[in-house]
T-cell receptor, first 114, second 111 residues
Framework: EAGVVQSPRYKIIEKKQPVAFWCNPI?????LYWYLQNLGQGPELLIR??????VDDSQLPKDRFSAERLKGVDSTLKIQPAELGDSAVYLC???WGRGSDTQYFGPGTRLTVL | DAKTTQPPSMDCAEGRAANLPCNHS???????VYWYRQIHSQGPQYIIH???NNETNEMASLIITEDRKSSTLILPHATLRDTAVYYC????????????FGTGTRLTIIP
């Protein structure tokens, strides 16, 4: 069974440019998460979807970050415009349900903003 | 704020058991203890979880104290591939909760 798929794995852009990350969760998983991981830190939740509904986006910087999961399957996270401080690893995870259901993570996208 | 406390680093000899402690003194009755690990340049990998009872799977064992205020992850026969950052996290089974990762324990397996 395929795990969580993310693309691209690496992205280098100049500041003020837009960037987008894509995630395809494990088949059948209804809940999808986007996390941000800074160097030397643990992942921090940005947004959580249950099917196509964003049920927790309290940590998403909405002035420049946006996300969508239109059909309740794959998802895109966008940053526009990117800033130097956005350099980090962006992780996607999915779980069958909510709450304490086990979350499975993708390999992440490492973003470097120059 | 992380609800768990872990030592920042540990070493373990290859072939020996690695015992990773975690304190979660403010754990509530409906919170599970989850352990993940993250090998360099990869996403976090699920290891094991538990609520009250000790648990064992093909990767590890989880020992939770009777008062549930601390737990220990045991890797019975550590190999070099077990070198990683290990995260102990809590999550409620009532939804609307998120995994909150601290800085974890960097485990280094020594040949």
């Amino acid at each position: 069974e395929a795990g969580v798929v993310q693309s691209p794995r690496y992205k280098i852009i100049e500041k003020k440019q837009p960037v987008a990350f894509w995630c395809n969760p494990i088949s059948g998983h209804n809940t999808l998460y986007w996390y941000l991981q800074n160097l030397g830190q643990g992942p921090e939740l940005l947004i959580r979807y249950e099917n196509e509904e964003a049920v927790d986006d309290s940590q998403l910087p909405k002035d420049r970050f946006s996300a969508e999961r239109l059909k309740g399957v794959d998802s895109t996270l966008k940053i526009q415009p990117a800033e130097l401080g956005d350099s980090a690893v962006y992780l996607c995870a999915s779980s069958w349900g909510r709450g304490s259901d086990t979350q499975y993570f993708g390999p992440g996208t490492r973003l470097t903003v120059l | 704020d992380a609800k768990t406390t872990q030592p920042p680093s540990m070493d373990c000899a290859e072939g020996r058991a690695a015992n990773l402690p975690c304190n979660h003194s403010t754990i509530s009755g409906n919170e599970y203890v989850y352990w993940y690990r993250q090998i360099h340049s990869q996403g976090p990998q699920y290891i094991i979880h538990g609520l009250k009872n000790n648990e064992t799977n093909e990767m590890a064992s989880l020992i939770i104290t009777e008062d549930r205020k601390s737990s220990t992850l045991i890797l019975p026969h550590a190999t070099l591939r077990d070198t990683a950052v290990y995260y102990c996290t809590l999550i409620s089974n009532f939804g609307n909760e998120k995994l909150t990762f601290g800085t974890g324990t960097r485990l280094t397996i020594i040949p």
